[in-house]
């Protein structure tokens, strides 16, 4: 009886990767091992799989997202709902092509970064090493890996932006280290796990009613708004309780 999926090579030709490239994802848990393994070295794979390698790689390349925020949108599939997958493609489809001026735009080279915010080229690295900033390389990886001349997204130009008034205001490298953004950084790809699977079933199978671009910026700017003021709760709540202590 012939074993049910297709062998690796064939997921990994109709998919546009290696093979290497489906084992590195395997590995990564961006994709979920093979249904079927007759031997040692015969395996055989789901073919929806080749639809997900290609949003994976979408992602990747077109919307410049690290692997550990991709991991986080696919591991929020979970709970047994085989048909978010296919959601999370359509909230791409729909809102993200809408924001490409804003992904994109304008870019700045690392040396034109550097002068136009101040920030201390150790910070600069820091942040790229931790996967925040994720520069454009000229030419192919062999040419990143030999240190090619880099630019940034406007995104992350913003980001650079805050450190560097952050450093102005006081917050030298040994109060607030760039590596201390690991911390939110992980935080929020795992509420972005969440949030992102959360909104794409509710979308499923429905017409937006506004458009895409503004109901993005709009999401956007009120869940800002409101962690930041969850966030400011919290913190004067704990204020509050460790004053009540302190006097007891």
């Given at each position: 009886?012939q074993?049910?999926g297709?062998?690796v090579?064939?997921?990994?030709?109709r998919?546009?990767?290696?093979?290497?490239?489906?084992h590195?994802?395997i590995?990564?848990?961006?994709?979920?091992?093979?249904?079927c393994?007759?031997?040692?070295?015969?395996?055989?794979?789901?073919?929806?799989?080749?639809?997900?390698?290609r949003?994976?790689?979408?992602?990747q390349e077109?919307r410049h997202l690290?692997?550990?925020?991709?991991?986080?949108l696919l591991?929020?599939?979970g709970s047994?709902?085989e048909a978010?997958?296919?959601?999370?493609?359509?909230l791409e489809?729909l809102?993200?092509p809408?924001?490409?001026r804003?992904?994109r735009g304008?870019?700045?080279?690392?040396?034109?970064?550097?002068?136009?915010?101040?920030?201390?080229?150790?910070?600069?690295?820091?942040?790229?090493?931790?996967?925040?900033?994720?520069?454009?390389?000229e030419?192919?990886?062999?040419?990143?890996?030999?240190?090619?001349?880099?630019?940034f997204?406007?995104?992350?130009v913003?980001?650079?932006?805050?450190i560097?008034?952050a450093?102005?205001?006081?917050?030298?490298?040994?109060l607030?280290?760039?590596?201390?953004l690991?911390l939110?950084?992980?935080?929020?790809?795992?509420?972005?796990g969440?949030?992102?699977?959360?909104?794409a079933?509710?979308?499923?199978?429905?017409?937006l009613?506004?458009?895409p671009?503004?109901?993005?910026?709009a999401?956007?700017y009120?869940?800002?708004?409101l962690?930041l003021?969850?966030?400011?709760k919290?913190?004067l709540d704990?204020v509050?309780?460790?004053?009540v202590?302190?006097?007891g």
């Amino acid at each position: 009886m012939q074993p049910k999926g297709i062998k690796v090579s064939e997921l990994a030709r109709r998919s546009g990767v290696s093979v290497a490239t489906v084992h590195f994802y395997i590995r990564e848990g961006l994709l979920p091992r093979p249904t079927c393994k007759t031997s040692r070295n015969m395996a055989y794979y789901d073919e929806s799989l080749v639809e997900r390698i290609r949003f994976i790689r979408r992602l990747q390349e077109q919307r410049h997202l690290p692997l550990k925020v991709i991991h986080s949108l696919l591991s929020g599939e979970g709970s047994g709902d085989e048909a978010l997958y296919p959601s999370l493609m359509q909230l791409e489809t729909l809102a993200l092509p809408s924001m490409d001026r804003e992904i994109r735009g304008e870019t700045l080279t690392r040396s034109a970064l550097l002068s136009q915010t101040g920030i201390e080229p150790d910070d600069l690295t820091d942040l790229i090493k931790m996967g925040i900033l994720t520069p454009i390389t000229e030419g192919t990886t062999e040419a990143a890996a030999a240190g090619a001349k880099e630019s940034f997204y406007p995104v992350d130009v913003a980001i650079v932006e805050t450190i560097a008034h952050a450093r102005k205001m006081g917050f030298s490298r040994n109060l607030f280290p760039a590596s201390d953004l690991a911390l939110y950084q992980h935080a929020l790809s795992r509420l972005l796990g969440e949030e992102v699977p959360l909104l794409a079933k509710r979308l499923r199978g429905s017409t937006l009613s506004v458009n895409p671009e503004k109901m993005l910026h709009a999401a956007i700017y009120l869940m800002g708004q409101l962690l930041l003021q969850l966030r400011r709760k919290l913190i004067l709540d704990l204020v509050a309780e460790l004053s009540v202590r302190s006097r007891g």
